[in-house]
């Protein structure tokens, strides 16, 4: 066996992971990885437990069972800022900016973790791929509509420079028009090297721009494979995409 020595090394690599809410077991036993670069999608239905592993990942919902390696080291037992520190950041589902606060004052508090001089630089760069947030840099970030909310809060995560950014349902509620310009950011991202979980409901648009995808169903992983495999599988087609 050779092969393991030209295969991409895994920046995520988790096993067995078990979750559950009291007696009810959201997670039955996930494994899932992302290599360095990869753009990976989680499709599934509602309730099938995609939000409970994103959770679990980023350490707000606790693991019952299961390893997670990230960057070559077991996180499984660190803390959810300690993930946030070694590059594990979450754009949540449903936005969650901090309405009254201004939107650089949103974005700033992405480097909530860091103490390092670029800080500045780096609101520019989001600046440079939201060029609305910066128009709008001093209002509050409630006056913003959903699709620039979404942004405003993909512009947080991105201050925390992550080495994995995981984005929760980012076109959840938003218009047609909207939800292809926050597609198109997620293909900007991936162009510029980031390595990307997206869970979306919207499997059309996920697994358009992911490289692999998994689907859960029920806290189990039922499916994986390329993207494009994926959008061509029948019984994905009919339960997911709607063929
Ligand atoms: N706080 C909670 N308490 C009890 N059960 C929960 C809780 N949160 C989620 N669950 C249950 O865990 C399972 C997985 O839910 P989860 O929200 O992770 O699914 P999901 O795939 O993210 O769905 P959605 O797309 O609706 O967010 C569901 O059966 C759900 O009812």
């Known amino acids: 066996m050779t092969a393991s020595i030209h295969a991409p090394e895994a920046l995520l690599r988790v096993r067995d992971m078990v ?6 077991k ?4 996930i494994a899932l990885e992302i290599n360095r670069g990869e753009t990976v999608a989680l499709i599934g239905a509602n309730g099938a437990g995609k939000t409970t592993f994103l959770r679990t990942l980023s350490g707000v919902q606790p693991m019952a069972a299961g390893t997670v390696a990230f960057d070559g080291e077991d996180i499984s037992r660190l803390r959810a800022d300690q993930r946030v520190a070694r590059g594990i950041c979450q754009c949540p589902e449903g936005r969650m900016v901090f309405g009254p606060l201004s939107i650089e004052d949103n974005i700033r508090l992405g480097a909530y973790t860091r103490k390092d001089a670029e800080i500045g630089d780096d609101i520019e760069k989001v600046y440079a791929m939201f060029p609305i947030l910066k128009q709008k840099r001093h209002l509050p970030a409630g006056s913003l509509s959903g699709g620039q909310q979404q942004m405003l809060a993909m512009g947080r995560a991105l201050m925390g420079r992550p080495k994995l950014l995981l984005l929760d349902e ?5 218009a047609p028009l909207l939800v292809e310009e926050i597609f198109n950011v997620i293909r900007t991202l991936k162009s510029q090297g980031m390595t990307i979980l997206l869970v979306e409901q919207n499997a059309f648009g996920a697994l358009g721009v992911a490289d692999r995808a998994y689907v859960l169903e029920t806290g189990h992983v039922t499916l994986s494979g390329s993207g494009a495999e994926l959008a061509e599988n029948p019984d994905v087609r009919a339960a997911y995409l709607g063929m």
């Open 19 to 24: 979750s559950a809410y009291g007696r009810i």
């Open 170 to 174: 980012p076109s959840m509620g938003l």
């Open 26 to 29: 959201a997670l039955k036993g």
